[in-house]
């Protein structure tokens, strides 16, 4: 079974299939904000999905995807100009509301009770208080990115434990007949734990210890083998404690699995990097902090630990056009504006500012200097710590598109990287509407649809759990 609207256009929701698209934006317009390439996915997990909305700045029509950090045309009917110092909803970015195309002779001058715009002298102040200098900017109207701001609630299933309106018993004894005597059910133990969230996964495995006092990852290990083991070991384990012993295993032995690292602790949310880090000392008895530090080295170690320190603003934190400003002069002055780079200036840009902040500097960098983040980032990195700087800016730019190409790239070439391909398949399956859109985004740029490319990689009951997955009725 396909999802919903593969082989035809969907209906005009704001997805990927459109109309002609508008003119390009003129300078001073509001950057993009991240789309969706399905606005119905298929039902998730017993509860119905979000009402189908158009999203300002949804991805551009079918064709040849834009490149990274080159923004889609801009989606009809733009934001109404909102008055200076309010806070515009996450994921969009208000110009001033009097500026017009570069080069436009500049508005009259604002008359007394007139609205104040963005970029006007202060408001007259009561008789009696300190008045404003003249010439200088109206006082700052937000806090510093990421301060004070409603934090980013934890990802499913890594927030506190929760009770929920389930029971696993009955999951738990069917797990367990599928492995118990001769032979294994492998279809049994699919059909069970690819189809659950997280909060049932921690519920079956509770009570799967409890009704029948084994573990269950252990006896997954002692009855299935190879990557269809390690598929369903990472789905048993839930998302938070499979992060968790990927980055172990990525820093243990000889070398360092740098593209499992980049996984699983880039562009997270303050929360999330929170609750890996507790259960990471909780597991391991050890400091996260402390391995990344002993097995990275000189900049790119001090990068992930500006990543570690979790001081991203928080998605609530509004777009401020001075601080993207200076963000975008910063940036230009680390790397093409001077001799050498200067790389943890960019490094703490990209590892602190929140996914909306990253793609308003993206386009603001685009329209002042006419070139590319990616590309300039690209020109002044090289190894890790370069994948690791393009790994958050894509994330930003575009989330379904990236993880469609992280998908991609555990596919490409001689051989499948399986041990990406599962982590990779097994992280986006926790949430069935962020899948869908991945599998939409997979096909608009690959122009095949992703289960064909997983059937043409794999084999076997491997191949069946990751189609099952990704959605598929196996």
Known sequence: MSYPGYGQPPPQQG???QQQPPPPQQYGAPPPAQGQYY??????????????????GAPPAYGNPPPYGAPPPQQYGAPLPQP?????????????PQQGAYGAPPPPPQQYGAQQGYGQPPPQQPYGQQQQPYGQPPPQQYPPYGQHFPPTPASLGYGAPQIIAYNGDAEAHGLRSAMKGFGTDEKALMRILATKDPLQINTIRDAYSRLHRRDLIADIKSETGSWFEAGLVALARGPLQNDVHLLREAMSGIGTKEKA??????????????AIKGEYHRVFHRRLEDDVRGDLSMKTERHFLIVLGAQRAEDSAPIVKAEIDRDVNDLYGATEGKTGTDELKVCSILSTRNDNQIRAIAYEYQQKYARNLEDVIRREFSGHMEDALLFQLRNAVDK????????????AGAGTKDYLLVSRVVRFHWDR?????????????????????IKGETSGDYEQLMLACIGEQV
Do not use: C, W
């Open 39 to 56: 606005q119905q996915p298929p039902q998730g997990y017993g509860q119905q999905p979000p009402p189908p909305s158009q999203q300002y």
């Open 433 to 453: 509407n962020h899948m869908a859109n991945v599998r939409g985004a997979y096909e608009k740029r690959y122009r095949r649809n992703l289960a064909s490319r």
């Open 15 to 17: 997805g990927y299939y």
């Open 84 to 96: 200076y110092g309010a806070a515009p909803p996450p994921g969009q970015y208000y110009p001033p």
């Open 261 to 274: 690292l980049n996984d699983v602790l880039l562009g997270r949310t303050n929360a999330d990097i929170n």
């Open 400 to 411: 379904f598109m990236h993880q469609a190409t992280l998908l991609e790239d555990a596919m």
